[in-house]
């Protein structure tokens, strides 16, 4: 059965500071993952998602089938980064199976 | 472009009635799903339907159910409620054209059964 894990519920870092966000999953086929980000009295919104191998907002993500990863980073944290982030599998048509999400706070 | 529309923005109810949460797409999108945000449970995929046919469903009960219409707007409906249903129900547009699509999700509709 398909699996999200986030094992971190909260994050706090330092502006500055380098940051990790983690996700596992487990799925036997082949994975196509995202990150879902909600800011402070926003939607739900896609921060960026594996097939596009793209850099947003400064955030960057690697899938590593070996580990069954795919972990969001920043090398330098802004405190407009502080929200809600959700990993997220995709395994069929729009249907996301999604981690408990991991709350971060940038301390100024 | 107008992002995805959810009515009733806030909603009350008590056990045993049932309820009907409506969504809007952007415009040109025709696929909607919805999903259930709990705080225990997280957000869980319910289902998701394309030119107003059920392409995909998750792990809810036979209570949960939705429709979409010809112009791919979309209702969700669950019946006989129970206290467990209380949660914030998003759903979700993307263009429907396959593969693995951004999703652009509403802002919600926050049930309370009592």
């Known amino acids: 059965a398909q699996r999200v894990t986030q094992p971190e519920k909260l994050l706090s870092v330092f502006k500055g500071a380098p940051v990790e966000l983690k996700c596992n999953y487990s799925y036997s086929g082949s994975p196509e993952l995202f990150w879902y980000v909600q800011y402070s009295r926003q939607r739900l919104q896609l921060l960026l998602r594996?097939?596009s191998r793209e850099s947003i907002k400064g955030f960057t993500a690697d899938l590593n089938k070996g580990e069954t990863s795919f972990h969001l980073k920043k090398p330098f944290a802004q405190e407009e980064d502080s929200a809600m982030y959700y990993c997220a599998l995709q395994t069929g048509a729009n249907n996301l199976f999604f981690g408990t999400g991991t709350r971060l706070t940038v301390i100024p | 472009k107008a992002g995805v529309t959810q009515t009733p923005r806030y909603l009350i109810k008590t056990r045993g009635q049932q309820v009907t949460l409506s969504c809007s797409p952007i415009s040109g999108h025709r696929s909607v799903s919805w999903y259930q945000q709990t705080p225990g449970q997280g957000l869980q995929f319910l289902f998701e339907y394309f030119s107003e046919t059920q392409r995909n469903k998750g792990n809810f009960p036979g209570r949960f159910s939705g429709r979409q219409f010809s112009n791919s707007r979309s209702e969700m409906n669950v019946s006989t409620l129970e206290l467990g249903d209380s949660a914030l129900y998003l759903c979700?547009?993307?263009?429907?054209?396959?593969?693995?699509?951004?999703?652009?999700f509403g802002s919600g509709t926050q049930l309370s059964v009592l």
């Open positions: 594996h097939i």
């Open positions: 979700a547009s993307s263009l429907g054209t396959g593969g693995f699509e951004k999703l652009f």
